[in-house]
């Protein structure tokens, strides 16, 4: 059983994480059966609540709502009801996933070693002159 932390004067919606998890769970079905996609907001119309108490359960069943929004996040992606680009969409802006770019910087020397040079000193046309040159070789 989930240990019980005390709220911070956030209303308790649920006796128990069990309570909270079956109420979620029961929820999901709805949502299977008139083929809906599960979200927060239709949880707390769901469960007659307001978002303001759902997100309090942090506080009171930590892991359980952590389970809940992994939920959440699994029905949002698997559903074949949204397109792909609006999945994309949901997902970064409900679940903060994020486009990822790895730019490797590091320039080497034609032997592989790392180049390390200081071109401060250089103006755009030395640098220009130092590219031409490097291209002949």
């Given at each position: 059983?989930e ?27 709805y ?16 469960a ?13 069943y ?8 992994s ?8 559903t074949?009801y ?8 949901y ?34 046309e ?7 040159n490097?291209?002949?070789?």
């Amino acid at each position: 059983m989930e240990k019980v932390k005390r709220g911070k004067g956030h209303p308790r919606a649920f006796k128990t994480a069990e309570e909270f998890e079956n109420k979620f769970m029961e929820y999901i079905s709805y949502c299977r059966m008139y083929e809906r996609v599960p979200n927060v907001a239709g949880f707390v119309v769901y469960a007659n609540i307001n978002s303001d108490t759902f997100y309090a359960q942090k506080d009171y069943y930590s892991e359980t709502f952590k389970r809940v929004n992994s939920i959440l996040e699994d029905e949002a992606i698997n559903t074949d009801y949204f397109k792909d680009a609006f999945k994309i969409f949901y997902m970064k802006n409900k679940f903060g996933w994020k486009d990822k770019s790895e730019i490797d910087n590091n320039i080497a020397n034609k032997d592989g070693t790392p180049f390390k040079a200081d071109f401060s000193h250089l103006t755009i046309e030395q640098i220009k002159e130092l590219l031409r040159n490097e291209d002949k070789e």
